[in-house]
């Protein structure tokens, strides 16, 4: 079946450090792929999409490009601040998985001063 | 604000009892999605339901109901409760299955169920 995997957290970084969350999946066919954010006692929220290769998804300084030849959707920030601590998932969305999200286990990222 | 509201925020409970969680998603979508996350699973996808109609199984225990009413509110319950259960449940709404996968979804601020 379809599944996600992402990098073994928890990531700490120092604030303006380059930030890389890499992300890799499992599926038939084209799917749709996404990026959540956790912030601490919060749902998730959307942070960036992709709907086809080579599509790139941005939002709040993040960037992450849907390749299909490594089946990869790694999550990017070129400098992190101290709010972007929270948790990120990586997620699919396919027909082959009757539409429903499929998460990866997520990974948390403190970004100290 | 994601304009999908859960209640309670919290609920505390025993063993062998029955809760109801409750979801009234976004204003015009019609589908939702109920999810549990817990330390040691993760976020896992539990039910979806669409115009009234369940959609989607996912990892729901026979113990674990849902549905969705006219008024497309959903309820979550969670009966013969056990510690395992203890848990953040979502929900999650999102506007149409036929255009489904370019939609997202969007998520509620989660019920925290504690069972002692």
């Given at each position: 079946g379809d599944s996600v995997t992402q990098m073994e957290g928890p990531v700490t970084l120092s604030e303006e450090a380059f930030l890389t969350i890499n992300c890799t999946y499992t599926a038939t066919g084209y799917p749709s792929l996404f990026w959540y954010v956790q912030y601490p006692g919060e749902g998730l929220q959307l942070l960036l999409k992709a709907t086809k290769a080579d599509d790139k998804g941005s939002n709040k300084g993040f960037e992450a490009t849907y390749r299909k030849e490594t089946t990869s959707f790694h999550l990017e920030k070129g400098s992190v601040q101290v709010s972007d601590s929270a948790v990120y998932f990586c997620a699919l969305r396919s027909k082959t998985s009757y539409d429903k999200v499929i998460f990866g286990p997520g990974t948390s990222l403190s970004v100290i001063p | 604000d994601s304009g999908v509201?859960?209640?309670?925020?919290h609920?505390?409970?025993?063993?062998?009892?029955?809760?109801?969680?409750r979801c009234s998603p976004r204003s015009g979508d019609l589908s939702v999605y109920w999810y549990q996350q817990s330390l040691d699973q993760g976020l896992q996808f539990l039910i979806q339901y669409y115009n009234g109609e369940e959609r989607a199984k996912g990892n729901i225990l026979e113990r674990f109901s849902a549905q969705q009413f006219p008024d497309l509110h959903s309820e979550l319950n969670l009966s013969s409760l056990e510690l395992g259960d203890s848990a953040l449940y979502f929900c999650a709404s999102s506007v149409d299955l036929t255009s489904g996968l370019y939609n997202e979804q969007f998520f509620g601020p989660g019920t925290r169920l504690t069972v002692l």
């Open positions: - | 509201t859960q209640t309670p925020k609920l505390i409970t025993a063993t062998g009892q029955r809760v109801t969680l």
